[in-house]
């Protein structure tokens, strides 16, 4: 069961707003996406916490140092300086032609940067999610962000790319792979989370 107490015990510093809007969501929603068990709610909860920063945000942070955007995006590391703590230029550099996104120019990066509570990037992921959903997350990208979307969105891409199942094996791996790609981000924080979360949610 999906409850504030909860939320809270697994992230201390999570915002009260946040908590507040998604707990009834999360109530609502997660049966429909077969995340019904103690151990795929425990999954859940863990990866969807590391995205949110600890439920504090439910759109990306792009305001990156010059000495952190070579270490995240290694080929604008000769840019580093001129895109420093400038989010939306940032997210146009990096996530350019990507995810179904165009060029620089366009200003996709940051119209379909990280949102929700899985942060979900690029206009492919975005159309993607709103067909599912029947919402134009395309046309309104910045709905992605609301939390009861968020939460439909979040859970919808869970079951989409098989995170049930993963979590079914408690494969930690095989969940943060499908949602963050092949380099593992957060690997040890997601697992750690998990493992907290295994102790709350049952």
């Known amino acids: 069961m999906f409850t504030a107490e909860r939320l809270q015990q697994l992230c201390p510093y999570a915002h009260a707003d946040i908590v507040d809007a998604v707990v009834p969501a999360l109530e609502k929603f997660a049966p429909a996406f077969e995340t019904t068990t103690s151990l795929r709610r425990a999954h859940l909860m863990a990866q969807i916490a590391h995205e949110s920063a600890g439920f504090t945000r439910l759109a990306e942070n792009l305001n990156y140092s010059a000495e952190r955007i070579p270490v995240i995006w290694p080929r604008l590391a000769a840019r580093a300086v001129e895109l420093a703590h400038q989010p939306e230029a940032l997210a146009n550099a990096a ?12 200003g996709d990066g940051w119209r379909y940067r990280g949102r929700g509570l899985i942060q979900i990037t690029g206009r492919d992921n975005y159309r993607a999610r709103g067909v599912v959903l ?3 997350l395309v046309a309104d990208p ?14 919808s891409f869970w079951q989409s790319h098989h995170c049930n199942e993963a979590a079914d094996r408690d494969d930690i791996k095989a969940i943060t792979r499908a949602i963050n790609g092949a380099a593992l981000e957060g690997l040890a924080a997601r697992r750690a989370l998990a493992e907290r979360a295994k102790e709350i949610f049952v």
């Open 95 to 106: 996530y350019a032609n990507h995810l179904g996104n165009s060029d620089e120019a366009s």
């Open 134 to 136: 029947r919402i134009d």
């Open 142 to 155: 910045e709905r992605a962000a609301e939390p009861d979307t968020a939460v439909r969105v979040a859970l």
